[in-house]
């Protein structure tokens, strides 16, 4: 068994824990990031991402931004609540941006950052898959498979990137989980109408549809039970279109193609606290959200960019209780607004009394009708909490 010492360790190479090693390049730190799948670059993955302004910013700095194949800018978004008459709409001049978001599919975000990668100084391992970790108060350990053989290694200080798989080894950290009984269908969708940068969010009572703008397409999240996820993952694509006409309208025009579907299954889960001895969480780790409002690779990518500014003002105190302390605090606001903000809008949204849906539409409609609110609204899903 081989064995080797770095300043840290990131578990998981999804977009997060990508960030994360990105964001400490020069930071003059040995780094060590895992990553389970063999290339992780191959994969499809369809979901599409709507990053936040403050995120585009984030991306430009780690140098992802520039060589992403495709973005398309959100310019307007469009809210509304079927079988009531309110609705809203917020617009990037609201608040003086160029864009209030932009759309990126995961796997392209993925790859540009593996290719980033190659040449950053990160040791960078893929097909190596972590089966245990532990920690006391002097460093982590982790042990891992690659290629065929087990290895170990240790930090001073282990970061949880993985989506929460390994939470349950990590002593004083509780997972928290509740299951939504809705899966996400995704898809690429052509329509009659041409897209000019609005995506539209309508709210149902099975769960939230959104349509966002992708080049000469939109991208479909859909909100079903989990047996109607089935149903229409199995549909061919006619039909498919047309069960999603029945239940989005003529809005954007008529449904003329479609992709290859997948399916999510869909759980709010979240770790308290979000650091233990010689170990941090970020990403879907740390909360794993609705993706209602877009917002759970947006804070995760704040989590690894917040992550990284601790370690880099005071590199010796990587992993010591005052520095997992000060990264606790920081996140503490900005990751309980996402949960909460997002977590209410799916249990508002899904209560179908006739007296909520009158509220719901009066909600929608005051919004529309206050600039200062929607700026609110807008600079809250632009920036989190901070705003
Ligand atoms: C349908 C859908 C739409 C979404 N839309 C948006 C959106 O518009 N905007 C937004 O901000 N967010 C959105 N999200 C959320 C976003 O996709 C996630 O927040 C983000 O992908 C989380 O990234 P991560 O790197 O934290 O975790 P993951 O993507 O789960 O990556 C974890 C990585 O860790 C690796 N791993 C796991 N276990 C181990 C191990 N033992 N050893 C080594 N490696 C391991 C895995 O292979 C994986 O690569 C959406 C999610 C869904 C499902």
Redesign the pocket.
Known sequence: MTSSHYGLII?????????LALALCNSGLSVLL????GE?EKKEDP??????HG?RLILQRLGVWESLPEVAPITTIHISNRGSFGRTILTARDVDVPAL?Y?VI?HDV?RSMHERLQDCGVDYLTG????RLESSTEEGQVE?QHNGVIKQATANLLVL??????TGQVEGITQHTHDYQQW?V?AGIKTSLPQCGTAYERFTSDGPV?F?PLGRYFSL?WTVSPLAAQEILSLDDDAFMARLHHHFGDRIGKFIGASKR?G?P?ALKYATPITACRIAL?????Q??H?V?????????R?AWELAREIITMPSDTGAPVMLSKYRHKRQIDSGAGRTFTDSLIKLFSNDTLLLQGMRGMGLSALDCLPPAKRFVAKRMMFGSRG
Do not use: C, K, W, Y
Request: hydrophobic letters at 50%; zero cysteines; glycine letters at 18%.
């Open positions: 578990i998981g190479g999804g977009p997060v824990g990508m960030s895992l990553e389970a799948r992780p979901r599409p991402l709507a990053f936040s995120s978001g759309v995961h993925f190596a898959q972590v089966t891992f990137a993985d989506g929460g798989r390994l996400a995704v959104a966002l999240v997948s999510f869909l970020i990403g879907n780790a740390a794993t959200l993706p409002a877009g917002q759970g690779f947006n804070l995760g990518l989590d």
